[in-house]
């Protein structure tokens, strides 16, 4: 008696907006406190420590933004919505 169970799986569902748009939120946050430090720290110190202090304080805030608006987070294994072991054989195409 062989009988054929449907099994449902979720683990192809991805986090939900208002999770996704917290943890966005918060890596804004946490990249600009940085951006802030290394303008005060472009302030403080000289040589090529400054510089570098003014360069990320220049190009931090557009790689923050990039990824605050990155949209939802991408899936790294495609999800299959059939499992082909349950397909009946089918016949060959003819070309």
């Not at 943890?23 to 290394?38: C, F, K, Q, V």
Request: one cysteine or more.
């Amino acid at each position: 008696m062989d009988q054929v169970t449907d099994v449902h799986a979720i683990t192809s569902a991805g986090r939900s907006q208002s999770d996704q748009l917290h943890d966005r939120t918060r890596n804004y946050l946490i990249s600009m406190s940085i951006r802030a430090a290394a303008f005060v720290a472009a302030f403080l110190t000289d040589g090529w420590v400054r510089w570098a202090c003014v360069l990320l304080a220049f190009v931090l805030p557009v790689v923050a933004v990039i990824f605050a608006n990155s949209g939802t987070e991408r899936r790294s294994v495609p999800s299959s919505y059939v499992d082909a072991r349950a397909l009946p054989p089918g016949e060959e195409k003819q070309r």
